[in-house]
C-alpha cells in the first residue's frame, strides 16, 4: 500500500497530538495519587525470580505511603504481567505509560526485556528502574540501573576463584543461558582471563536454552574438563527456572564444591528454595547483597519483609520469608526514586533525572548506597558467598568498600576511552 | 579477609606448637590444645590450614572429633578459645568438658579451600582407623587432594596396612604425591605406577605434570601413563552418553506413549495432551504435600503413592475431556486441534488459578537423590535410573493391555474398522472414552516421572508438547513399538549432538533431521501395512 502524502500528513498530526498529550499527562494525572507501575514477569520461566521484584515494590509503596506518601499525594502502583514473553514486555511498557500515566516503572530482570523496553522508554520520555545485575554496555538516559554492572559483580567473582582462597582456579568453564546477558558477560570475562594470562584452551563456554531441563550432558562436559588439567572453575550465568534442574542435577552427579566450585551470577536464596541444597555446600554467587549479611538494617529489612509476606499471604515467604540481591536493589530504588521526586517537587521526568544524581539511602547490605552524580549505576560493595546446607549464603570475602559502576567495560576492547555517561537528550536529537 | 591483629600471637604460639608436636612425630598421641584448636578455627586461610597440617601428623583422636564439629559448623570462637556448639550443648574443644558460651561468640566460617584441606586432614586420620570401611572411605577421599603434608599419615597407613586391595590404593596415593617431588627417582617411579590409576583426578594430575615436567625420561614414562589411564577413561565417557541418551528416550517415549494411544490408534490431535502431563505432575505434588503434612515419616514413599494417584487424576480428567468435547468432534480433525487447544489454555489458566503461576517445589525423596558411582567418571543419578525403569514398566503394563486384555482388543478393533467392531456388538463410543481416559493416564503418569527431574510449573506440558508430537509422527502413526524405537533414537541422537555441538545448536539440527527424515518418508519408520492402512 502507498502511503500518500495527506496519510503521511495525518499520521504526523496523530503523533504530534499523541506527544502533546503525553507533554502533559503530568498535568492531567494531577489528582491524588500518582501511578507507579510494576513490570515484573509473574508467570512463565522467569516468574521464579521476579514475582517476589513485584512484591518488594508494593511493600516500599506501602512503606512510603504510611508515612504520607510523596508531594503529599499517596503512591498508586499498576502491576502488569508480561508473562516472560519478551515483546509483550515492550507492549506492556506502553500501555503503562500512555494508558496507565505512570511516573515511573520498576521491573524486568532478563537483559533482552529491558533491551525489549528500552526504545519505549527512550522514546516517550519515561522512566525505568531495573533492578537486577546485567552484563553492561548500555547507558539510557531513561534507565536507573540499581543492579550491578559486570565489574561489580562477575570480574570480582573471578578474580575471588583466582585466589588462593578461591582455590587458584586455572581452568575455567563459561555456561550460560542463551540470550543477551550471559554473552555479554563472557565476553568481558574472556577478555579478562586473557588478561590474566589464561589460553582461550583453558576456557569452555557453553550455552542452553531458556527453560532448558536436562542438563546430564552439561555436567558431563564439565566433568571431562576438569579432568583434563588444573583446577577448573565454573562460571554460570543460567537464568530463571533452569537452574533447578542444573543444580539438582549438579548435587546428583556428585560434582562437589571442593573439586570444582560453581560460581552463580543469578542464582541467591529464592532460587534455590526448591532445591535440596545439601550436595550444593560450598557452591557460590556473587552479589551485592545476601540475606545473612549482619547488619541493623538488614535486620530491620528482613523484619520488615517476613511481616509483609505474613501480612500478605505471600506465597513461600509467608512460611519461609526469603531476600535477597534483586529486593534489595529494587527497594533501595523505590526508596531512591520517591527522594528524588520530593527534592524535585515534581514527577516530571527530567527533573527527577538531575534529583536522582548523589542520592543516598542506607541500604541493607550495610553501606550508604549512593547514586553516581552521572552514570545512572549505584556505588556498590560486592560480596562472595558460599551455599550452607539451609539454603543460605555464608560471606568469605567482600571488597574493601564500595565499587564504581563501569557499565562500558574496558575489557571489551570497542569501549576504549568510552565515557559512563549516557548521551543526554536522545529525543530531543530525534 | 579480615585479620583480628590482637590473636596473632596466640596463632604463632600454636603453629609453633602444633610444629613442635609433628616432630614430636609418632610419640604418645597428644592431645588437642585450646591454642592448637583457636589456630585451626580464627584468622587467615593460610596459617589455619598451617595449624591443622601441623596437628594432623599426631593423628589425634580428640583432633578428629574436632575436625568433624568443624565440617559440621559447629565450632565457635570467641576470646582466644574455640567451642564446640552442639543444639543447647557446649563442649569447650580441649578438655571435651560441658561449659557455657561467652558473649559475642562468632560463627567459624570455612571457605573451600578451608573444607577440602580439613576434609583431607579428616581422611588421612581415618587411614588409621581399625576399620576397613573406614580406611578405603579415607583413601577415596584423599585421591584427589593428597598432598605432602599427609605423607607421613600415609606412610604409616601403608605400612600398616594388610589388605591388598587396600595396600595398592595407598601406594597409588604416595604416587600422586611423590609425583610432584623433588627427587627425580621418585617421579619417575611414581609416573609408572600411576599408570595402574582408573581415576579422571589422575589423569587431571598427571596432565599438568606433563606440561611442568624437565626430564625427558620422566616425561616419557608420564606420558605412557597417561595413555592407558585416558584409555581407561574413555569407557566411562562413551558410557556416559549412552545413558545420558537413554535417559532422555525414556522421558521422550513415556510423554510420547500417551499420545500414541489418542492420537496414534484414535487420530485424535490433542493439543491438550502437555496438559494431561501437568495435572499429572500436579497430582503428585498434592500427595507430597498431603505426605508431609500427615505422613512426616513416610515421606520418602510419597513418590510410590503419587503414581496411581496422578495416573487416576489424568485419566478422570481426559475421560470427562472425551465425554463432553471430543467425542462430538471424531472424524473432524481441525475442530478437535482447535478445541483441545483451546481446552489446553482452559487448563493451565485453573491451574494458574488454583496453584499460583510459579513453579511449585517437588522435591526428591531420599532414595531418588544422588547417584550410583559405576565407574570413577560415570556416576548415574537414581532419579534418572528410576525414570528408565518406571517408563520400561509403563511401556510393558500398555503392551499387555493392549495385546492381551478383553479392553486391548475392542481398542484394537475399533481402531482397524470401527463399523465392523459396532456391528459385532462392540459399544465403540464406551470404548473410545477408556481409550482416551488411558492415554492421558499414561501422560499422568510421564508427569508424575518428570516432577522428579525438571520443572513443575502451569506451562511444563507446552515444553514436551512438540517433542511427543515428532516422537509419534518419527515412529509411525498407529504403531506403540514405533514409538518406543523414535523415543530411544531421538534422545540418543540429541545427546549425541549435544556433547558435539552444544545444547542450542543439537535441537535446532535434530528438528531439521525430523522435517527431512518426514519429507523422505511421511508414515513414519514404522507404516501401518494392510487394509486398515489409509493412504
Known amino acids: 500500500m502507498k502511503t500518500t502524502r495527506r496519510q503521511a500528513g495525518q499520521t504526523l498530526t496523530a503523533i504530534a497530538l499523541g506527544l502533546a498529550t503525553l507533554g502533559y499527562s503530568s498535568f492531567a494525572s494531577a489528582q491524588d495519587t500518582i501511578k507507579v507501575g510494576v513490570l515484573h514477569s509473574l508467570s512463565g520461566t522467569m516468574a521464579i525470580s521476579e514475582t517476589v521484584l513485584k512484591d518488594t515494590v508494593l511493600m516500599a509503596i506501602d512503606e512510603i505511603n504510611a508515612k504520607g506518601g510523596v508531594l503529599g499525594k499517596k503512591l498508586e502502583p499498576v502491576v502488569v504481567d508480561p508473562a516472560s514473553n519478551w515483546p509483550l514486555f515492550a507492549e506492556k511498557a506502553k500501555q503503562l505509560i500512555s494508558q496507565d500515566k505512570v511516573a515511573v516503572t520498576f521491573g524486568c530482570w532478563t537483559s533482552v526485556s529491558r533491551k525489549s523496553v528500552l526504545p519505549v522508554y527512550e522514546e516517550t520520555n519515561a522512566l525505568l528502574f531495573y533492578p537486577v545485575q546485567y552484563e553492561g554496555e548500555e547507558l539510557s538516559k531513561n534507565v536507573f540501573y540499581t543492579g550491578a554492572a559486570p565489574n ?38 574472556r577478555a579478562f582471563l586473557h588478561s590474566k594470562g589464561v589460553a582461550d584452551a583453558d576456557i569452555m563456554e557453553e550455552y542452553t536454552p531458556f527453560g532448558h531441563a536436562d542438563y546430564q550432558t552439561i555436567i558431563a562436559k564439565i566433568k571431562k574438563f576438569a579432568g583434563e588439567g588444573k583446577k577448573t572453575a565454573v562460571v554460570s550465568t543460567i537464568n530463571g527456572d533452569s537452574n533447578v534442574p542444573f543444580y539438582k542435577e549438579l548435587g546428583n552427579q556428585g560434582l562437589k564444591a571442593t573439586d570444582v566450585p560453581v560460581v552463580a551470577f543469578s542464582v541467591g536464596e529464592e532460587e534455590l528454595r526448591g532445591v535440596d541444597t545439601k550436595p550444593l555446600v560450598g557452591h557460590l554467587a556473587a552479589w551485592n547483597y545476601f540475606q545473612s549479611i549482619k547488619n541493623p538494617t538488614n535486620d530491620e529489612f528482613i523484619k520488615k519483609w517476613s511481616a509483609y509476606a505474613k501480612a500478605k499471604g505471600i506465597a513461600g515467604h509467608k512460611d519461609r520469608p526469603l531476600t535477597n540481591d534483586p529486593m534489595e536493589a529494587t527497594y533501595i530504588g523505590v526508596h531512591m526514586w520517591a527522594q528524588a521526586v520530593n527534592k524535585a517537587k515534581s514527577t516530571d521526568t527530567d527533573k527527577v533525572i538531575a534529583a536522582m544524581a548523589g542520592q543516598t539511602f542506607k541500604a541493607p547490605s550495610g553501606i550508604v548506597s549512593k547514586m553516581d552524580e552521572k552514570n545512572h549505576h549505584l556505588h556498590k560493595s560486592v560480596f562472595i558467598g558460599e551455599i550452607k546446607a539451609d539454603g543460605q549464603f555464608n560471606v568469605v570475602w567482600k571488597t574493601p568498600g564500595p565499587v564504581v559502576a563501569d557499565p562500558w567495560s574496558d575489557f571489551i576492547p570497542e569501549n576504549k576511552g568510552r565515557l559512563n555517561v549516557p548521551e543526554s537528550k536522545k529525543v530531543a536529537a530525534k | 579477609m579480615t585479620r583480628h591483629p590482637g590473636a596473632a600471637l596466640v596463632r604463632c604460639a600454636a603453629v609453633v606448637l602444633g610444629l613442635v608436636l609433628w616432630f614430636a612425630g ?5 592431645a588437642l590444645t585450646q591454642p592448637q584448636a583457636f589456630a585451626m578455627a580464627a584468622g587467615d586461610s593460610d596459617e589455619r590450614i598451617g595449624a591443622l597440617n601441623a596437628a594432623v601428623a599426631a593423628a589425634d583422636p580428640a583432633l578428629a572429633a574436632y575436625v568433624q564439629a568443624l565440617l559440621a559448623d559447629e565450632v565457635k570462637v570467641a576470646g582466644g578459645r574455640a567451642y564446640i556448639v552442639r543444639g543447647e550443648q557446649v563442649l569447650d574443644t580441649a578438655s571435651g568438658a560441658a561449659v557455657s558460651l561467652p558473649e559475642g561468640a562468632q560463627d567459624v566460617i570455612n571457605n573451600n579451600r578451608m573444607r577440602r584441606e580439613l576434609g583431607a586432614a579428616a581422611a588421612a586420620m581415618q587411614l588409621l582407623s581399625p576399620d576397613r570401611d573406614q580406611r578405603a572411605r579415607g583413601i577415596a577421599e584423599l585421591r584427589s587432594q593428597a598432598d605432602e603434608s599427609k605423607l607421613p599419615l600415609i606412610d604409616k597407613a601403608a605400612a600398616m596396612e594388610t589388605d591388598a586391595a587396600l595396600k595398592q590404593q595407598l601406594e597409588l596415593l604416595r604416587a600422586a604425591v611423590g609425583i610432584s617431588s623433588e627427587d627425580k627417582l621418585r617421579r619417575l617411579e611414581a609416573a609408572t605406577l600411576l599408570a595402574g590409576s582408573r581415576l579422571p583426578a589422575t589423569r587431571a594430575l598427571l596432565l599438568e605434570r606433563q606440561a611442568e615436567e624437565s626430564e625427558a625420561e620422566v616425561k616419557a614414562a608420564i606420558k605412557a601413563s597417561l595413555a592407558q589411564v585416558e584409555r581407561r577413561l574413555l569407557w566411562g565417557e562413551w558410557l556416559g552418553v549412552l545413558f545420558t541418551g537413554i535417559s532422555l528416550g525414556s522421558i521422550l517415549m513415556l510423554v510420547a506413549l500417551g499420545l500414541a494411544i489418542t492420537y496414534g490408534l484414535m487420530g485424535v490431535i490433542n493439543m491438550a495432551h502437555g496438559e494431561l502431563m501437568m495435572i499429572g505432575a500436579y497430582a503428585t505434588y498434592v500427595v507430597q504435600n498431603l505426605f508431609r503434612q500427615h505422613l512426616p515419616g513416610a515421606f520418602d514413599l510419597y513418590v510410590l503413592a503419587a503414581i496411581p494417584v496422578s495416573f487416576l487424576a489424568a485419566a478422570l480428567a481426559g475421560a470427562v475431556l472425551e465425554r463432553s468435547v471430543i467425542r462430538w468432534l471424531y472424524g473432524r480433525p481441525l475442530e478437535t486441534l482447535l478445541a483441545t487447544w483451546g481446552i489446553s489454555l482452559i487448563l493451565m489458566q485453573t491451574v494458574r488459578s488454583i496453584f499460583g503461576a510459579q513453579n511449585v517445589g517437588v522435591e526428591n525423596p531420599a532414595w531418588l537423590s544422588g547417584g550410583l558411582q559405576v565407574l570413577p567418571n560415570l556416576t548415574l ?17 500398555v503392551a499387555l493391555l493392549i495385546s492381551k486384555t478383553r479392553l486391548g482388543l475392542f481398542v484394537r478393533g475399533v481402531t482397524q474398522n470401527r463399523r465392523m467392531a459396532s456391528c459385532v456388538g462392540v459399544n465403540t463410543a464406551r470404548v473410545d472414552t477408556y481409550a482416551f481416559a488411558l492415554g492421558a493416564g499414561i501422560a499422568g503418569l510421564a508427569g508424575c516421572a518428570l516432577s522428579q527431574v525438571g520443572n513443575v510449573g502451569p506451562d511444563l506440558g507446552q515444553g514436551y508438547i512438540v517433542d511427543s508430537f515428532m516422537v509419534v509422527v518419527l515412529g509411525g502413526v498407529g504403531q506403540l513399538a514405533g514409538t518406543v524405537y523414535a523415543g530411544l533414537g531421538l534422545g540418543v541422537l540429541n545427546k549425541l549432538l549435544e556433547g558435539w555441538q552444544g545444547a542450542v545448536l543439537a535441537k535446532i539440527m ?5 522435517v527431512i527424515f518426514i519429507q523422505k518418508r511421511p508414515q ?7 487394509r486398515s492402512a489409509e493412504a
Do not use: C, H
Open chain 1, 152 to 189: 561489580q559483580q562477575a570480574i570480582p567473582a573471578v578474580e575471588y576463584l583466582m585466589s588462593k582462597d578461591g582455590g587458584s582456579a586455572k581452568r575455567w568453564v563459561l555456561l550460560g543461558t542463551d540470550y543477551v546477558y550471559p554473552r555479554t558477560t563472557n565476553k568481558i570475562l
Open chain 2, 26 to 30: 609418632a610419640g604418645p598421641a597428644a
Open chain 2, 381 to 397: 543419578p537414581w532419579n534418572r535410573l528410576a525414570i528408565i525403569a518406571f517408563a520400561a514398566l509403563v511401556l510393558l503394563g
Open chain 2, 510 to 514: 535434530v528438528l531439521v533431521f525430523i
Open chain 2, 524 to 530: 513414519g519408520i514404522f507404516a501401518l501395512k494392510g
